[in-house]
Each structure stands twice: as C-alpha cells, then as structure tokens.
C-alpha cells in the first residue's frame, strides 16, 4: 500500500502557519479546501494551505478527518490576500484566516427543514436614471477599468451622484458574471441604501452585518462561498468573504475612522480592500467627499486615479455655512443653542422644513457628580466617567457596557438628590428643544434609539415622511442619509473633536463636520449651516465657512510633512495589557529593556495609555514613528521574540493605529 500523501492545512485558530497532517482520503487534496482536522485535543476547522506537506522527523502525523468538498476551496487569491495580511498587520495566520472563515456552522450538516434564501442575479443592467455628462464621464473610468487592478478614488461633494456614479460600475460588473462588494461604515443603519441597490439590482442584494440572524448568516455565507451571491453590502467584515470571482471592491466614506478595526486583528479595512482588490485583480473604488490624507497622497504620487464630482447633481448647491461665535452668545447655564440658533429654528420650522440639531455625545450628561462633595462616578472596569441615559434610567460605560441604575444618593457622602449632570449629550438638548419648540415633533437618532435595523429604518421613514421636524442626533446621522426638507443643520460643539493629543483630530473634524453639513439642503431648497464654536478663527471653523477643502489639505499635508507623521511617516503601537497590573508592568519594562534602537526609528514610551484601565485591563503603550521606508514589522517581530511576557499579559501589535486611547 503506497504511504498517504502529507498535506499542510491552516486551523481556523489564533496559531501562526499551518501544520502537516496525513490526507486518507482516495481522491487528492485540493489547495484551498475545507477540512476538518484533530488539534490538541480539540477538532477545529480548517484549510488546506498547501498540498504537499513535509513528512514528520518522528512520530505519527494525524488524519485530516474529513473534506468539505461541497463547496469550493477558498479561492488561492484570498489565501495569498490573508498571508499577506497576517503578515502585515503582525497577526498569527490562523486568526486572519478566521475573519473569512466567520461561520463556523456553515459547515455542521445542513439543517432538515432549512431556510432557502434565494439570490438572483440582475438581468440587463440599465439604469433608472440618466447620468449627466461628468456623472457619465466619471462612469465611464470607473466600468472600464474592470478586469484588472486599480485603485480609484471617486471624489466629489456630498449630493454630487456618487452612489449612482459607482452603481454603473457594479452594474457592468455583474453583467461580466463577477461578484461586487459594497463596504459601509454603519451598516445596521444604512436600511435606506440598501433599498436603493435593491431598487436597481433586485432581490440578489445581501446585506453582511454582525446583526444578521444565525440561519441567513449562515445560508449567506454557503451562497457567497459557491459565487451564487451577485452584490454584498456589507461591514468592513464583508471583505473576508470567500467570494468565488470577486470582480469589484467599493469603500463608501472611506475616510471613515470605523473601518479601522481595533479588536483582536487589528487592520484598517479601506487599507485592506485595495491589498485583496490587488490579489483579486479588480478594480477598488474608494469613495468619499472628504478623502483621508492617505488616500490624497497616494493620488499625488500617482498610486491612485482620481475621479471627480465637483457639483451637487441637479439644482441643489452647497449650504451656507455660518460660524456662530460662542464667546458672543448670551446663554443661561444649562443650555446649549444659541439665541442665533433658535432663531434659525424658528424661522426653518416656519417654512416648514427640517431642522437637525448635532451632537456627536449620547445619553444625557458626559458626568454625574455630587453637588455637595464633588465625588464623580466612573466606571468599575474602565477609567471613564459613567454617561447618564436618561432614556434607559441608567448610568453607563461606553468603553465596556457596564451600567447601573442612578443611586439615590450620593455613595461617598450619602447626600440625598445632590447628584447634577454635567454637560449635554443629545438627550439634554432634545430636552431643551422640547421647551423652546413646544410644537414641533422630534426625536433623537443616535445609536441607543436606532439599536436594531427595524428602529432605525422606521425613524428614517418617519423623518422622509416629514413626521419630525427637529431631529437631535449624533454620528450615526452624519452618514448617507438624504433627507430632501431637512435645510438647517446646527451644530452644536463643533469644537468637540479638536482636543486631546490625536494627530488627526484637525482632519477628522473637517471631516465629520464636512458631512453634516452634506445633510442640508439635498432637495430643491438651499442648505443653511450653524457652526457653535469658542474658536472661530481655527483653520478647521474657516475652512468650512470657506469651502476651501484646497487650501486645509494643503496646510495639513505640510505639518504632517514637517513633524514626519503619516502618511509622510509610519506609525505603530504596542498596547500591553493584563488584570494584573504588576505583571504588565513587569512586561513592560522587559520590553522598555530590549527597545529596538535603529536609525529612521523613534520609540516613545512606555506610558500608561490614557485609557490607564480599560475593561479590567490595566495597559501600557509604546509608540513607534518610523520612517516612510522603514521595516517596522520586522524591527517589531525581533522585539517581542526577544522578551517573555509574564503569565496573563497580552501584547497588541497595532500597525497604523489611529487611536492613541
Ligand atoms: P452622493 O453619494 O454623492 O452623496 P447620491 O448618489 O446619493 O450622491 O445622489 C444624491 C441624490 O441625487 C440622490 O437622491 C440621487 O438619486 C440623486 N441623483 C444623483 N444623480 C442623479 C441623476 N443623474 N438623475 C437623477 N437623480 C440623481
Ligand atoms: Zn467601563
């Protein structure tokens, strides 16, 4: 009997390369297929990585024990996409592999009575509306650069047609039979797109979301896995999805600091969507109105295609934007909108059209204290203030979920209703716009009252009905969203974001702002927007007052230049962290000990991360500046290889980190 063959399978577990296990089986192992396989004394999923494995020196290989050959193998350009990702981000190949291989019961033996989810594929491909001649221009680079590489960049002002711009392109794709992926930044609230892909693609439009019941998540998955699904729209996880001919990627609001995982792998997904385009060889079009400096630079040095949409489509122009100086304002304490916002509101509602109030802030008040001994409340788990929601009655974490009923009275001097709030989240300021509007209907769209798909879908419905007419809202109404009589925005701490030591919280400002603004004025009446601001004449106030996108690039280019931070520079970040908080201190200065010292790199720290405690953790941070060309994987790799860390601390590898918490 001839000895059975030795494969290489990669386990779906955090383990750094695949292992050799001998293959029973009659017909040969294909790369790329699913198996299951013993391992320890577990039995996990797997792949098979490579179909000639090395014999063992000694001992007895173990049986893969059985192929799932029902579907297709992970297609090779996948595989080569999450070895280079592994290897990018510093991640154990395992653990990427893991991100495509996100539903582990699609492999248990299908269900009896199961669901069938179909998924048609779209017929023709025209389009419901007619593109005017730069929307057909910019249509046209975009159709045809598929079948190959190349990164894109469709830039145009919010309202200009880039949704219906990058359609054409999904449409000439999936006429050529290949499968597109559209990523959101906030999925679980984007009912109102999917609607309009749905519109024009028909029923063979699948949303991917954490959100998605067990059964469709699984059913979905099988279908993508066979190629059977045409379009996703999906969460940045909707990259890993083992598409069987991926033929275009798209990366909606790509500035968007959310597709920045930062949780076990992290990576950044726009990052990772032009890398697995480049295996795919499809084009990746990266869409927004305010494109992240990155992405501004990597068109400069001629990496990426720009595509421009200088115009809003139609009659609609931009909004007026008016900075409204707060040093100047009259307010009592305990109120946020200005005399010369109420007055806008007052003027807007009489036209009867739509106003929206934003405060990137949820729940009620920041910070509860005590009035008569100043005792704060924070968080058990995390060192942050517990945020009052007044809405579920409860003091909350928004680090680790931990929350509590308000006490009624004070824990540290036992004082009865001496408990204040501090500050306004947008419960606050709905509250004061309740009394200041009496009249009006309103609501607040943050992520606590648009929790589930279906409340999210029904306040958008009540809002394009023209049911409310003040909306209080954070983040979460920033995006995508068109609502055509909404004419006012007012913001209310446009200042907000600009604190704290992040060196892009100019840029993330603009561009948060940027897109709030975009909310106004999207039908036929013209937009108006209140900038509350201390600090009216920074660069950030006058560049929206101006519209002069230009000239903010240009300065912020030129100070990252100067200071050597990305994109001109690298960045990465070590976050140790443990329960124990002599042990990861322990590590820490093993590794203070052994610091890498190299030209072209500086390493700063250790410090205590400013989030000293988090969900129990106690952490540590190192951060590494590096020149544009430096190999910083490999300087960090040596690092930790050099260094044991005490039982029970976790060292987080963050390449390219945004957040510095
Ligand atoms: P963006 O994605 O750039 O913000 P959208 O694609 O959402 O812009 O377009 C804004 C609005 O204008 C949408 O309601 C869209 O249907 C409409 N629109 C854009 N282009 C056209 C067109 N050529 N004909 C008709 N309506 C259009
Ligand atoms: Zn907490």
Redesign the pocket.
């Known amino acids: 009997m001839a000895t059975p063959a030795v494969v290489l399978v990669l386990p779906c577990a955090p383990l750094a390369k695949p292992y050799s296990y001998t293959w029973p089986f009659a017909r040969p192992a294909i790369a790329g297929q699913y198996v299951q396989i013993p391992l320890g004394n577990r039995i996990v999923l797997g792949v098979v990585w490579d179909t000639v494995g090395a014999p063992p020196a000694k001992g007895a290989l173990k049986d893969v024990l059985r192929v799932f050959d029902e579907l297709p193998p992970l297609p090779a350009t996948l595989r080569t996409f999450l070895t280079w990702m592994a290897d990018y981000t510093i991640s154990p190949l395992g653990a990427v592999l893991k991100l495509s291989l996100s539903v582990p019961t699609a492999f248990d033996d299908p269900p009896k009575r199961g669901k069938t989810l179909s998924f048609p594929w779209p017929e023709g491909r025209s389009s419901p ?4 001649p730069t ?1 057909q221009d910019a249509a046209t680079v975009l159709t045809s650069s598929l079948g190959q590489f190349s990164p894109l960049v469709l830039d ?10 990058y359609s054409e392109a999904i449409a000439a794709c999936l006429a050529q039979g290949q499968q597109a992926v559209v990523l959101l930044p906030e999925i679980a609230l984007s009912a109102g797109m999917l609607e ?1 892909f749905r519109q024009r693609f028909g029923e063979g439009v699948t949303l991917w979301h954490s959100g998605l019941t067990p059964a469709t998540r699984r059913e979905t998955w099988k279908a993508i896995a066979r190629g059977d699904v045409p379009l996703v729209i999906g969460a940045r996880s909707a990259l890993f999805l083992p598409y069987q001919s991926l033929g275009l990627v798209v990366v909606d609001e790509e500035h968007d600091s959310s597709y920045k995982q930062e949780d076990g792998v992290h990576y950044h997904a726009r990052d990772m969507a032009v890398v697995r385009a480049r295996e795919a060889d499809c084009p990746v079009i990266l ?1 927004s ?1 305010t494109p992240a400096l990155e992405t501004i630079t990597n068109i400069k040095h001629g990496r990426y295609t720009a595509v421009h ?1 200088p115009d809003r ?2 009659s ?1 122009v931009l909004p007026a934007v008016t900075l409204v100086d707060m040093r100047r304002e009259v307010l009592p304490s305990g109120e946020w909108l200005s005399p010369t916002a109420r007055q806008a509101i007052t003027a807007t509602l009489a036209r009867d059209q739509q106003v929206l109030l934003f405060l990137n802030r949820r729940g009620y008040a920041p910070l509860t204290l005590c009035r008569s001994c100043g005792h704060r409340f924070e968080c058990p788990n995390c060192s942050a203030w517990l945020v009052q929601h007044k809405q579920k009655k409860r003091l909350q974490c928004h680090h680790c979920g931990y929350h509590a009923p308000p006490p009624a009275q004070c824990p540290a001097c036992k004082g009865e209703d001496t408990l204040t709030p501090c500050g306004p989240g947008v419960e606050r300021i709905a509250e004061e716009a309740a009394l200041a509007f009496p009249s009006a209907q309103l609501a607040v769209l943050s992520s606590d009252t648009m929790e589930s798909p279906q409340d999210a879908a029904q306040l958008i419905e009540q809002v394009q009905q023209k049911q409310l007419s003040i909306l209080v809202g954070t983040q979460v109404m920033a995006k995508g969203h ?1 609502f055509p009589a909404l004419t006012l925005v007012v913001v209310l701490d446009a200042d907000v974001g600009l604190s704290g030591g992040d060196i892009r919280a100019a840029e993330r400002t603009w561009q948060l702002l940027h897109q709030v603004a ?1 909310r106004s004025g ?1 039908g036929e009446w013209k937009g108006q927007v209140l900038l509350q601001t201390y600090i009216p004449d920074h660069p950030v106030m006058q560049t929206l007052a101006h519209h002069d996108r230009n000239g903010f690039l240009k300065t912020q280019l030129a100070e990252r230049q100067a200071t050597g931070f990305p994109p001109f520079g690298r960045l990465a970040a070590l976050i140790i962290a443990a329960p124990d908080a002599r042990r990861a201190e322990q590590t820490t200065q093993a590794l203070a000990r052994a610091m890498p010292l190299a030209k072209g790199l500086e390493v700063l720290g250790p410090a205590p991360a400013p989030l000293a405690y988090l969900k129990g953790q106690h952490r540590w941070r190192f951060l590494l500046k590096a020149r544009k060309d430096f190999p910083i994987q490999r300087a960090i790799r040596d690092w930790l290889g050099a260094i044991k860390p005490e039982s029970g601390v976790k060292i987080q590898v963050d390449i390219d980190p945004y957040s510095f918490l």
Do not use: D, M, P
Not at 129 to 132: A, F, G, M, Q, V
Not at 156 to 165: L, P, S
């Open positions: 509306t007619t593109l005017s929307q145009g002002v919010t309202g200009a047609g880039k949704t219906e711009v309009r869409v109105a949409l489509h139609g609609a068109h975009g999207r």
